[in-house]
């Protein structure tokens, strides 16, 4: 009987329950926000420094289905200064990335300026504040998922990614839960 699992992953943990660091230098991993069967995985990744839903299963299956196929997966982003609707215009037409070194185009997607300040949990380490020059938040919603493609978008149109919080995945939402918190679903709606 397989397992799934929702979580609010916080800013600074590992998107992984083992590392093959020697040493481990203080990184924080998965296992530790719950008490999960030996053959939990994640589906996908968030970066160390990103934070937001992360599914977890037992079902390699399921993993698959959901990385491996046009899953929507949507971020709101907090970017450096004020984005302007050019810039969205690009994010939706897609962009020209480097993926390990490789020139690489985004596939078009969703994007629009969020006019209200999302509400999230306090972060671990703050982010720079207004006194630096304006910021803007942005939601981006992809069905695909290379190497830090948001960050790597966002910099290309000239707006750096300043927080990166991913708030849905298929119909799994992020809503309501706190920096840590696990929940156990019967199955993924994703």
């Not at 420094?49 to 899953?71: M, P, Q, Y």
Request: hydrophobic share 35%; with cysteine.
């Amino acid at each position: 009987m397989h397992r799934y699992f929702k979580i609010y992953k916080p800013y600074g943990y590992l998107s992984q329950f083992i590392t093959n660091e020697k040493p481990r230098k203080k990184k924080k991993l998965l296992g530790e926000l719950g008490n999960f069967p030996e053959e939990t995985m994640a589906v996908g990744r968030l970066d160390q420094d990103s934070e937001g839903l992360l599914l977890l299963t037992t079902n390699g299956k399921e993993s698959a289905r959901i990385t491996g196929s046009s899953v929507e997966k949507e971020y709101y982003v907090q970017v450096d200064g004020e984005i302007t609707e050019e810039a969205i215009a690009l994010l939706k037409n897609g962009v020209e990335i480097s993926i390990n070194g490789t020139k690489y185009r985004s596939l078009p997607c969703k994007a629009f300026k969020l006019y209200t300040r999302p509400v999230f949990p306090e972060r671990a380490k703050k982010i720079r504040d207004e006194r630096h020059g304006p910021t803007s938040w942005i939601s981006i919603t992809l069905t695909e998922g290379k190497f830090r493609q948001v960050k790597k978008m966002t910099a290309v149109v000239g707006f750096p990614t300043l927080r990166l919080v991913r708030v849905r995945i298929g119909n799994e939402k992020l809503e309501h839960m706190n920096s840590g918190e696990v929940i156990e679903l019967e199955k993924f709606d994703a």
